[in-house]
């Protein structure tokens, strides 16, 4: 307990003050014999959407930060503190930004190192705020919006990138693709849904398409839900778009895909950014034709790593797909008990501090070095997946790649 | 764009069949016995689970699954109506309307629970089968779906004219208090018209499934579009919920190609704050029925 120790002569040359007190006295101080042969576990906080409309992405997630706390502890938990357990405290933030918020609370008061989550841009807002509150770190998962950390809060600490740099690389990966195959594509189709997601992507897509020598032919927005795709699709049939880039949930995603079949498109390529299907294991196992070769720009692990591998087992094991949400919970816990190891303290402030400065080791994802600068993960990018043959293979960039991309896709029948 | 009228109209009356299936359960049930049922969009949920799972788990495909489905979620009506919405509500009508909104608020969550609010469907080879009707492609399964909301009409319009029971219910639904007196089992014929109400979502889950998914809040997307059907058509007529149907289905895909998708809607409030001012008995205003 050479930390402890130290932390306590450090402190009382300067007076305890109550929440160190509560600090210290939660890692053993209170228990000092105790301490010694079994370390108090060092807790984290995960919140999330466990019910509500987001159910699937915060229990995915839950299950990606349950399997990396099995694969620490496993391996010999936080060595620098003893070789101390994770622990990890889960709060259901209901779908709902406000209950995200209250939850923070009682994470505080079980005295969690650090949090992670949200899994969503509202809620994470909600409950990053909170969190800045506790002075608790806040390691984000997913949240793509700019105003996460934009508000000066300084224990926001985005582990995946933002929409603007997804986007701009999205778009960039579109042009490179769309070169090496002799630009078989230069009309574009745009449909979105009608909420900030898809109206938001549909706004910097045409700003930003035209850069790179692409042309707009039509923007098709619709509500959520949308039952029936048949009239876009001929609307799109009428347009000839060489590639149609679709902004839309899962449930439009799949109805849309399949009235594309259906109403015979000739087209050269989908391509979405953060699209609502074309990353779901689930549907591109369930719809192998409607869904073949569809491409995606969104979060993907380096699927050859070995702890990648590990990931997979597990995932198999428990019957869950290893969708994005499982495998960006999963690094985010690596960043933490990275920051724990390298801080040598279970101490908010200290793992705080530690993720402002640090650089942290290989994570499952194919990004650069992890550095936090104004609390976004410099390292980090989006990947390109495709779907073949209902499989997600990662087409791009080529050193991360598990297959070459099939560019523009062959005619359907 | 106008050479696309056609076409549009026609996957419009087949979307609109969709309607008229969820819209025939509940005619009869808020039409008829003036239930004002929010569960019927949980059921329909429960029922596409039911196809779903048919499929994955026993290979069943969902044509064949439908008898089944339809004598099982017959039989779940019924029980739900006599066990659980009758036990509850007292004998007081505006209690049901508690009681089935407690109930989907049980069955969402309980499906969330059980099967995740992941988005399910089925990749059925048929799926694709277009077939070529005045220029334009209609898929197969919607095809179906359209003759069997004809025949289902036909039925329920045939068993509520010439059987025994489908005379009961309307003579529970004219007069309540003298059906009983004359020696009708009140008891029975609600549980009665709500199990046939159901069993019409199970028929509708199967004929639905192949073209459309499933997630826990699936039945939001069809519930509200069923009122307005039922309340266009006349409250407790099957011609009425058919042609309603029918006529939104059309009326929304036009106005989502005219207005485009995201004012589609109001296309179909048009009709419905129009049909209120000057018709508000509904189209056939259930003297089918009566």
Known sequence: ?????????RVSSRGISRRRLLALGGSGLGAPGLARAQPAPVRIGAVGPLTGTLTYNGTQAQAGIRIAADIINAAGGIKSLDGARLEVVYADAESRPDVGAAQIDKLAGAGVSCIVGAQSSAITLATTQAAARFGIPHVVDIGTAPQLLQRGLSNVFRFTPGSGESVTLGVENLFSLNRAAGNPVKRIAIVHEDGPFGSGMAKTLAARLPGVGLEIVETISHPTPQRDFTTIALRLREARPDLIMPTQYINEFILFARALRQQRLSIRGIYSIFGGGASNPRFAREHKEAAQHIIDTNHWYDPRKPMSQALAQRCAAIGIDVSYDVMVAFGSMQVIADALEQAGSREREAVMATLARATFSDTIMPYGPIRFEKGQNSGARVVNTQIRDGVIEL?????FATATPVFPMPPRV | MLGLIIPVALNGLMTGAIYALVALGLTLIYGVLHIINFAHGSLL?????????????????????????????????????RGIISTFSHGKESNILLVTLALSIIIDNLALYLWTSNTRSLNLPYAYEMIEVAGALLPLPRLIAFGAALVIALLLWLGMTRTRDGRAIRAIAVEKRGAELVGVNVKHVYALCFGIGTACLAAAACLLIPTFYVTPQVGYAFVLIAFTTVVLGGMGSFAGALVGGLLLGVVEALSGLFLGETLGQIGIFLVFILMLLFRPQGLFSARGVR
Do not use: K, R, W
């Open chain 1, 1 to 9: 307990m050479t930390q402890n120790s130290s932390d306590l002569t």
């Open chain 1, 395 to 399: 087409i791009y960039p080529a050193e």
């Open chain 2, 45 to 81: 949920m429960l029922a596409l689970y039911a196809v779903y799972f048919m499929h994955v788990l026993l290979g069943v495909d969902p044509y064949v699954a439908m008898p089944f489905l339809v004598l099982a979620f017959f039989a779940l009506g019924y029980v739900l109506q």
